[in-house]
DNA sequence: GCAATCCGTTAACATAGGTTAATGTGTTTT
DNA sequence: AAAACACATTAACCTATGTTAACGGATTGC
């Protein structure tokens, strides 16, 4: 059942067979249909969620109805509004799921509680979230200095799972351009070379 | 002499004066001029810098010689290239000083002994690094859906004590516009209110 | 105190990416 | 099987931001 929560942990620190087992007992199994919400902007953000099957994006919605994708988590990849998870403020993000999808959640309190009887998840989350940091400053770093043809050819570089995996207009608004765009910097491409 | 350092732990945990006595001999403190290079693109980022005065800026420089700022460091901020301080690979940023600046320095060997002889300083930086986290994904939200000016006038109400302090072209490179075209839109905000 | 450099502004022109709209195709719903 | 929908493509036109270049004031260095 938590085999692949089981072997992501198992790559950063060692667990024996009981504490994980402990470890297990403050997670919840869900799985969601596609297109079902995990987290609708405005309600606040009770969970953080590890994907062991299916595919998540988060995404923002501005008043004029556009979404912009934050971020994609597929297999093995946590997912959470983050700022709402640890401040209980409501989401300004929405989580929905692009296939059929498999998550292990955790609560703040659960995760709290964790950390104090297992010092190790905490050592375990804390090189978790930098190597979040350091990926979220690369994209950072490539929007301030790429082009949009850039920024794509990094894409398929960093994800190919993706590319193969989502509908182009969620990569193009992953990427911050318009679907329009995308397919016409794929046809230039596909032209050059 | 650690005052600074001191009062910002103190707000996340709560140490003893011998307990922070012990932290302090981790760090080494450091003075930079104006101008001066802590780190220089292709060397090894061997420290996490905590800044007790000053202004530093983190830079990349592509191959056509521009600068693009990836983040500003003043006062009770703390600086590195996370990623080359936690692989020892070659840095891609530069960090230098906007001012003269006054930091404290810890390399990675250090810091994961003091993790180890003080766990409550891991608790520390792993609060910090997800309010990092939760910074880089707003910024990123930003680079998505936000117009230039829109990023202007966010890096405003954000951050109002670095506009002050730092050139106006050094914020245009933060925001990944032209300091050209920030002294535009500065010009239609004017004109428009 | 003078020269050099840095910094912000402005303006004319160029371009990447946005907008609108039409078309085709495959997929889901009924 | 038909209808409705989701997705990608293309094209003509539009706009925000980039590019190049010139100017002037302020600061820094000698």
């Not at 969970?47 to 912009?68: I, M, P, Q, T, W």
Request: aromatic fraction near 12%; proline fraction near 3%; hydrophobic fraction near 35%.
């Amino acid at each position: 059942m938590f085999d692949t929560l089981r072997s992501h942990i198992n790559r950063k620190i060692k667990l024996s067979e009981s504490e994980f087992a402990l470890v297990t007992t403050f997670f919840i199994p869900k799985k969601l249909r596609k297109k079902q919400y995990l987290l609708q902007a405005g309600d606040v953000c009770k969970y953080l969620a590890f994907v062991s099957k299916g595919c998540l994006r988060s995404y923002s919605v501005n008043d004029k109805g556009e979404e912009h994708i934050v971020q994609f988590a597929i297999e093995d990849w946590w997912m959470t509004d983050l700022k709402s998870f640890l401040t209980n403020e409501p989401a300004t993000y929405n989580i929905d799921a692009l296939e059929d999808t498999e998550l292990f959640l955790i609560d703040k309190e659960s995760q709290d509680k964790l950390y104090s009887v297992m010092p190790k998840i905490e050592h375990y989350f804390r090189i978790l979230l930098e190597g979040n940091n350091t990926a979220a400053q690369k994209r950072i770093s490539d929007f301030i200095s790429a082009s949009a043809e850039e920024r794509y050819l990094n894409f398929l570089k960093t994800y190919p799972e993706l590319v193969q995996r989502v509908p182009q207009s969620q990569v193009a608004s992953y990427l911050g351009i318009k679907p329009q765009s995308l397919s016409r910097i794929r046809k230039e491409l596909s032209e050059k070379k």
